[in-house]
């Protein structure tokens, strides 16, 4: 005689069971995000999707800022701590007129997010100038009239501190190299090159 516990087919729970347990966790999962799910499988604490906090080094001063953690550096330092020198051109890593320098490496600040930047070392070109004149690279830009709109000059400017604190007497084909990732749209490529050749004795940072 089969007892109560019996399930048809020999299987250990029934098809009511099922639904009911089916039923429970689609309920779980509707209330939980993709990116939440994905974080808990993975063990990882999960932020967002509103402001969490931000704490950059930028031109060698603290900057505290609470953001989303999708925001990218750019708009970080534009819209949020009023560093408005690097421009947006594209908005996808193509023209480089987002350039800034983190750690030492020049980086397209449009596709950097800015919660990844934590504790390293950011500049962009409101931190070149001082108190007492113009950075080499800004001046050398001024003299030598590499520049028309302006729209891709901060951008350029930080590449080129970057080339030149690696390369502090770069051959044509360095320069070439270094500025690659920089579009000028209105065609002055031939006085950058000039600007940047003619800075002699820059040192890092």
Known sequence: MASK???PGGFAF???DFLKSAGVVSAVTATTSPAEAEAQAGGVNAVGPGDVPVRLTVNGKRVDLMIEPRTTLLDALRNRADLTGNKR????GACGACTMIVDGRAVYACSTLAIDVQGKQ???VDGLATST???PVQQAFCDKDALMCGFCTPGFVMASVA?????PSPTPDQIRKG???NICRCG???RIFEAVSSVKGVTRG
């Open 89 to 92: 051109g594209c908005d996808r």
């Open 5 to 7: 516990d019996d399930k």
């Open 133 to 135: 004149g113009l950075h």
């Open 122 to 124: 950011i500049r962009n």
């Open 188 to 190: 002055t490529f031939s």
């Open 179 to 181: 500025l690659d990732g």
């Open 163 to 167: 080339l030149l604190e690696k390369h």
């Open 14 to 16: 029934s098809r009511r």
